[in-house]
Structures are given as C-alpha cells and as structure tokens.
C-alpha cells in the first residue's frame, strides 16, 4: 500500500480503476431502477458517491474524491447521449461539459502528485473536527459536493431526456465557454507562479483583479449551463438550484478556507484590501463626511 501511495502512475492506475467500477455500479443501478429519471440517477450518483468514499477510507486519503467534481457529469452526458436522438442542441451542451470536464481534470492530474498526498483543506477539517471527521468527510467533502453538481447539472440532463421544441440561447453556453477560458487562464497563471515563487502570494495577471478567478470562472460555468436550460424549459426556475448551491458553497466555504490559508502570506491583507474576492467591479470612493454649505 504504501508503495502504490507514493508512486504517481500507480495511484493514478488506482484511480482509473476505482472510477471505472464506481461508473459501472452507477450505471447498473440506473439500468434497474425504474423511479422518475432524477431519482434514478440521483441514486445513482450516490452510490458511486459512496463506492468512492469507502475507497478513501482504505487509502486514508479523501482526495481520491477530487477528480469525481469533473469526471462524472462528462460521464453521465455520455451515457445519455447512447440512449437519447442526437440533436444540435444535445451535442452543444455535451461539447461544453466535455470541454470544462477534460481542462478540470487535467488540472488536477497536473497537480496529483499521488495517493499519499492529500488536499490541504481536508487535511484541516481533519485536523479542526477531531473525532467528527469520518462525518464531515462523507457529508461535506464526498456527499454535499455530489448533490450540487447532481443539482447543477439537471439543466443538461433534462435536455437530454426531455423533448422541447424550444432552442436554447446560445449566449449561455458562450458564457460558459468563457468561463472555461477564465478557469484555465487563472490555473495556467497560478501554476506558473508557484513554479518560481514557492509560498509567495499571486497578485499579477487574473489574480490582480480578482482574489479567486479560478472560483468565479466554476461558478459561471455552471450559470450558464443554468440559464441555458432554463431557456429551453422557460418557467422551470429549480433548474437554477444546482448553479446558485454551487455559488454558496464556494462563497460560505472553499473561499473562505482559501483566504484564511493565504492570510499567512506577507501582504495579504494589503492584497484582500485592494482586490475584489470575485468580480473585478471598480470600488466607489468614500464618500465625503464634511457638509457644505
């Protein structure tokens, strides 16, 4: 165990193998099922949810769960592609997934070091919760995560599974393109950084403008799938559920978590003064206390 641990292709061997059969579990189960589409897959997600979580008990090592947020909606648009009529409509949706799902993942097969590496943030809910964390790690890192991309990507899966004689606006999948483009720029600029500047913090290129740009391209991601079913099933509000969770979640705790960290770095309050957490929107000047008259 420890060898496989410490050696990258073997961990990377490991993984594969894990996802495959955590993919084959959801997709017997999905067949078998015979509820509503939604609660189908929702139980099946799960599953491979848990089938992934026991796996990172046996390695000690939550992160086995980090490439689960980019492979499995790429994932399921598949499948649902080998049993829906191939339209316009389906094929720009699943290229955009697919697109955002292959960066993200190779982003994080960039940064995977192996098995006996683990995510700084699980490493401090571990070390914050105690006896509490084998909870917090099923519910926060593994479940919760699960249920807002499950939520986020409904838009997609209903214009797969459902017929509508609307076309969506194409403007949102662009968004969505676009925040791809911010994601990948904002990680390409970080990785480089550290590259040369090991523990200092970032505050050129994207991250002159925004504290977490690589956190506001995943949340319009999402948006714009969002919108975008939303416009091809007007009125259908709770398509938005998924997008707007995936906001609160890195608003209320990956931002958050990622600014106490970087707090422990020369200037940053200077830097958390003069940059936006999330959009670059222009700071209004103080207003002036005196009166005139």
């Given at each position: 165990?420890r060898?496989?641990?410490?050696?990258?292709t073997?961990?990377?061997?490991?993984?594969?193998?894990?996802?495959?059969?955590?993919?084959?579990?959801?997709?017997?189960?999905?067949?078998?099922?015979?509820?509503?589409v939604?609660?189908?897959?929702l139980?099946?997600?799960?599953?491979a949810?848990?089938?992934?979580?026991?796996?990172?008990?046996?390695?000690?090592?939550?992160?086995?769960?980090?490439?689960?947020?980019?492979?499995?909606?790429?994932?399921?648009?598949f499948?649902?592609?080998?049993?829906?009529?191939l339209t316009?409509?389906?094929?720009?949706?699943?290229?955009?997934?697919?697109?955002?799902?292959?960066?993200?993942?190779?982003?994080?097969?960039?940064?995977?070091?192996?098995?006996?590496?683990q995510?700084?943030?699980y490493?401090?809910?571990?070390?914050?919760?105690?006896?509490?964390?084998?909870?917090?790690?099923?519910?926060?890192?593994?479940l919760?995560?699960?249920?807002?991309?499950?939520?986020?990507?409904?838009?997609?899966?209903?214009?797969?599974?459902?017929e509508?004689?609307?076309?969506g606006?194409?403007l949102f999948?662009?968004?969505s393109i676009l925040?791809?483009?911010?994601?990948?720029?904002?990680?390409?600029?970080l990785?480089?950084?550290?590259?040369?500047?090991?523990?200092?913090?970032?505050r050129?290129?994207?991250?002159?403008?925004?504290?977490?740009?690589n956190?506001?391209?995943?949340?319009?991601?999402?948006?714009?799938?969002g919108?975008?079913?939303?416009?091809?099933?007007?009125?259908?509000?709770?398509?938005?559920?998924?997008?707007?969770?995936?906001t609160?979640?890195?608003?209320?705790?990956?931002i958050?978590?990622?600014?106490?960290r970087?707090s422990?770095?020369?200037?940053?309050?200077?830097?958390?003064?003069?940059?936006?957490?999330?959009?670059?929107?222009?700071?209004?000047?103080?207003?002036?206390?005196?009166?005139?008259?």
């Amino acid at each position: 165990m420890r060898n496989l641990k410490n050696s990258r292709t073997l961990s990377f061997l490991a993984l594969a193998l894990i996802y495959l059969c955590a993919g084959a579990l959801g997709f017997l189960l999905y067949s078998v099922l015979s509820f509503d589409v939604w609660l189908n897959l929702l139980i099946a997600d799960v599953a491979a949810t848990v089938f992934v979580f026991l796996w990172s008990l046996i390695f000690r090592n939550a992160s086995v769960y980090d490439p689960y947020w980019s492979v499995a909606p790429v994932v399921i648009l598949f499948g649902y592609l080998l049993s829906s009529p191939l339209t316009a409509q389906r094929i720009e949706v699943l290229c955009v997934v697919f697109i955002w799902g292959v960066r993200l993942t190779g982003n994080w097969a960039y940064t995977f070091h192996g098995l006996a590496f683990q995510d700084w943030r699980y490493t401090m809910l571990r070390e914050k919760s105690g006896v509490f964390y084998p909870l917090i790690n099923f519910l926060g890192i593994h479940l919760v995560p699960t249920l807002i991309v499950f939520g986020a990507l409904l838009p997609a899966v209903c214009i797969f599974t459902e017929e509508s004689p609307r076309s969506g606006n194409r403007l949102f999948l662009l968004l969505s393109i676009l925040a791809v483009a911010l994601q990948g720029g904002a990680d390409y600029q970080l990785h480089r950084f550290r590259s040369t500047h090991s523990g200092a913090l970032i505050r050129t290129g994207l991250w002159k403008y925004s504290r977490h740009p690589n956190y506001l391209g995943e949340i319009l991601f999402w948006w714009g799938i969002g919108l975008f079913g939303l416009s091809v099933f007007p009125g259908r509000y709770v398509l938005l559920l998924g997008a707007f969770s995936n906001t609160m979640l890195f608003l209320f705790v990956s931002i958050p978590m990622a600014d106490r960290r970087q707090s422990r770095k020369a200037g940053f309050e200077d830097y958390r003064r003069a940059t936006r957490m999330l959009l670059p929107i222009p700071r209004l000047p103080a207003a002036d206390s005196k009166q005139h008259t």
